[in-house]
């Protein structure tokens, strides 16, 4: 059974930063692709960055150059480093996973049960 528990979410001001984490149990994490959503209040959910299992990463535009997306194979974790954080940030950010690449990861319904961020102005 999979299982992705996120943490390090919380209340930031603008400016500042947080790292999200991601453990993920019952898969075989190194080949699975690994990606992490947000949603905001009355907004569809939407990528926010991506990781196949050789570490190539893709980015939404609204996040490029302040978000780093990496993971960590033995520890079975994805992390989200969020710096330079916006009051637009503010969403309940999710992990996801599916074994293969992104495409994989795009069908999945393997998800966390997200962690809130909020961005104070």
């Known amino acids: 059974q999979v299982q992705l528990v996120e943490s390090g979410g919380g209340l930031v001001q603008a400016g500042g930063s947080l790292r999200l984490s991601c453990a993920a149990s019952?898969?075989?994490?190194?080949?699975?692709?690994m990606g992490w959503y947000r949603q905001a209040p009355g907004k569809q959910r939407e990528l926010v960055a991506a990781?196949?299992?050789?570490?190539?990463?893709v980015y939404a535009d609204s996040v490029k150059g302040r978000f780093t997306i990496s993971r960590d194979n033995v520890k079975n974790k994805v992390y989200l480093q969020m710096n330079s954080l916006k009051p637009e940030d503010t969403a309940v950010y999710y992990c996801?996973?599916?074994?293969?690449?992104?495409?994989?990861?795009?069908?999945?319904?393997?998800w966390g049960q997200g962690t809130q961020v909020t961005v104070s102005s």
């Open positions: 996801k996973t599916a074994p293969g690449g992104l495409t994989s990861l795009w069908q999945s319904d393997y």
């Open positions: 019952g898969t075989i994490f190194s080949i699975n692709a």
């Open positions: 990781i196949t299992s050789g570490a190539s990463t």
